[in-house]
Each structure stands twice: as C-alpha cells, then as structure tokens.
C-alpha cells in the first residue's frame, strides 16, 4: 500500500505544470478609433458609397411615387380588391350572423362601404316580389342569398339565376334556426323572428290598417282591425312582426327597416293566388267572368312590383328605422279595375258579381308623403302602363298550362 501510494503521488507530481514556465497573460491591444480620413478611404474602397448612394435612391423614389401609383386606375384597384375577397374561400365580408331560433351576433360592418360587394339574404326570394328584389340585387352585382320552403314560392321564379356564381338558393322554413354571415337581410317570409346581426327589413303590409277610418293611411294611423276576424291571422301577423321587429331595436340595438306595402301587381304572380288583380287577369284570359265581390265600389291602388323593388331598396339603404308606406296613390273602384283589365285582354270580357267576403276594407289608399321626403322614392309606372306586361306572362304560363293538360 506505502509503495502504491508512493507511485500516485510521484505520478500526480510529474503532472503539474509549473507556473513559472506557463506564458504570462497579456490582453489584446486595444485599436485606436480609426481618423476621418481612413474612414473615407473605407467607403470608398470597393465602391461602398456607390452602393449606399443607389439605396437612397431607390427608397426615396419608392416614397414620392407611392401616392401617385395609389390614385392610378381606382376602378381597377377596386375590383381586383372585390375580386380578391368574394373569390376566398374564407369569405367573410362582416362577420355577420343571424339566427331565427335566436343565439349569439356578431358586430356589424355599416353597409356600403367603399361600394363594395354585399352579401344579402332574401327570405322567401322564390316569391312574387321576392323573385323580382333578387333580380334587382344580382342585377347590381351582389351576392344573393334566397331561403324558401317554397309553400308559395316556386322555383320557376329564380331558374334563370341558377347559373349564376353570385346566387344560391337554401330550401329551408324560417321558422327553424339557420345561421349565415350576412351583411342584409330582407324579410320577405311571412313568419318573423328578428334576432340578427345586420340590417333586417320587415316587409309588412297595408293590412294592418285593417279596414281604415282614416283616409289616405299615414304610418301614424293605428288602424281599425277586428282581431279574431276571418283576416286577422295574416292582418295580426304582420302587426305581431312589427312589434318584435320594433321590440329588437329598441331594446337589442337591431338596425331594423319596416316596409308596410300596398296592393302589387306584375309578372310572376301566382296565377290563382285570390288577390284581385291576378283573379281579373287570369279568369279574362281563360275566358271566364271576372269575380266582383260586394258591389265593387270598394277602392285599392295597384303598384307595379318593379316600383315597389326599388322601394325596399331605397329604404334598407337609408338610416331611418320606418315604418313607410310603400304603394302607388293611383285609387281605383273594383269595377274600374275590372274596366281596365277588360280594355287590356279582352273588351267583351264579363262581370259576375258575389257576396262581399268579411272584414273586406271599404277603401285603401296610401299616403307616401313621408317615404317621398326621407326615401325621395315614388312610383313610376301607372296601372294602365304596367298591367300589359303582367298581361304577357299570365298569357304564356296560362297556354303552357293548358297544353300541358291537352287543351
């Protein structure tokens, strides 16, 4: 063991460096800072300055041009930005929701924005003035969005759309939950539920005036409606609509529009739809009498739907809440309707007249003074210039239907 230890010893010895023969430290001099002159001579060796001088350059004509480029070809820095966003996948103009069956919204962006592309949602777009409102709004360059159960709706009405990338059509009750991103709704379905994130339009009715003691109507008049009447399941509806449309706003913040509209005529109605003047038109084509209920004194007036089209639209772009009245002030007998129908189809055209139907109101007539002052909206196109072109596509859809049944 003493030798063992011995040789370790004499080994760890052996391996000590001895500090005297180790070479003393000494720091790095440290370099003068370099004179004016030799740091010229750096710049300029291997063309330094050049390169910092074409740097300047480029960055300061980037900065002068940069304005001028931004104002070049508005219209096709806008549509290539149009472009950009309707074509991504993950389209998402607002941020918008609305759901029938309520749930959670979402913040709005204000609409029309920089005239951008909206996305717009008709309920019951398959319909008379549905169909019409969605021409108008693809026609524009929006994009459209029709749901409909098609209960009255039919599809006849958008097929010409069906190939158009701007157009979709959801088959689907409102009544049931359904949750889109949307920058407009138009509510042209009967049922209403308004829990939505965008601008919401109610289109509601003269009906709510009921059989009026007040004449012309203005928004302010309350109305005279029997509640429980034969009517009042459509009349009580669209006053039921009102309020919750009315309620939302006001207590949820809802940008809402409420449209109450008037008797409306054109092409696309249903041919047997019991309104009055499709009656007219449909049974003098079919060589039948035409139906006068009562003794046909009482008035309504008649707008032609293209009139009513620009209507809605003029009122879900502007900021005041409704209601508005929206018809034509052109008042007429039910036998001076049926005169005119006559002059248009058929002048040996008869009349046969039946029992008034209840609750039938005795006069119509809207007063548009308001929806003139704050929408600057009239209509334009009289009954005896629009009832021709109803005339015309009652004609071809009465003959289909006849050869279709062999007649």
């Not at 300047?56 to 549509?79: K, N, V, W, Y």
């Not at 158009?164 to 709704?185: A, K, S």
């Not at 509510?187 to 919401?200: E, I, K, M, Y």
Request: net charge neutral; glycine share 8%.
């Amino acid at each position: 063991m003493k030798q063992l230890h011995k040789q370790m010893s004499s080994k760890r010895d052996d391996d000590t460096i001895p500090m005297s023969q180790s070479s003393p430290y000494s720091p790095k001099a440290l370099k003068h800072p370099r004179s004016l002159p030799r740091s010229l001579h750096y710049l300029f060796r291997e063309q330094r300055l050049l390169f910092i001088l074409v740097g300047i350059l480029i960055g300061s004509t980037f900065f002068i041009l940069q304005p001028s480029l931004s104002r070049l070809a508005p219209a096709e820095s806008t549509s290539l930005i149009t472009r950009s966003v309707v074509d991504s996948n993950n389209y998402s103009p607002s941020k918008m929701s609305f759901n029938y069956g309520g749930g959670k919204t979402t913040g709005r962006v204000p609409v029309g924005i920089g005239g951008r592309r909206l996305r717009i949602v008709v309920t019951g777009g398959a319909g008379f003035v549905g169909s019409h409102l969605v021409d108008k709004l693809i026609g524009r360059g929006d994009e459209v969005i029709v749901i409909d159960n098609f209960f009255t709706g039919r599809k006849e009405n958008l097929v010409h759309l069906f190939s158009n990338p701007r157009f979709e059509l959801i088959r689907h009750d409102v009544v049931e939950p359904i949750l889109l991103e949307v920058d407009q709704i138009y509510h042209l379905a009967c049922p209403a539920s308004p829990r939505v994130g965008a601008r919401f339009l109610l289109t509601s009715t003269s009906e709510v005036y009921g059989d009026p003691l007040e004449h012309p109507q203005k928004e302010t008049y309350w109305g005279n409606v029997n509640p429980i009447g034969e009517r009042s399941c459509y009349d009580e509806g669209k006053r039921t609509a009102e309020t919750l449309a009315m309620d939302y706003h006001r207590g949820a913040g809802v940008e809402v529009r409420i449209a109450r509209i008037f008797n409306t005529y054109g092409p696309r109605m249903c041919l047997d739809d019991g309104r009055v003047v499709s009656n007219f038109v449909a049974q003098a084509i079919r060589k039948n009498p035409m139906t006068v209920y009562g003794d046909g004194k009482q008035t309504r007036s008649f707008q032609y739907v293209s009139d009513l089209v620009d209507g809605l639209v003029a009122l879900m772009e502007h900021d005041h809440v409704g209601p508005f009245n929206l018809g034509n002030p052109g008042e007429f007998t039910m036998l001076e309707l049926a005169e005119v129908v006559k002059e248009v189809i058929d002048p040996s055209a008869t009349i046969e007249f039946k029992p008034n139907t209840a609750d039938d109101p005795h006069k119509r007539k809207p007063d548009i003074s308001k929806a003139k002052e704050l929408l600057n909206w009239e209509p334009k196109i009289s009954l005896r210039d629009g009832l021709p072109r109803m005339v015309s596509d009652f004609r071809n859809r009465i003959l289909n239907e006849d050869e279709g049944k062999g007649l």
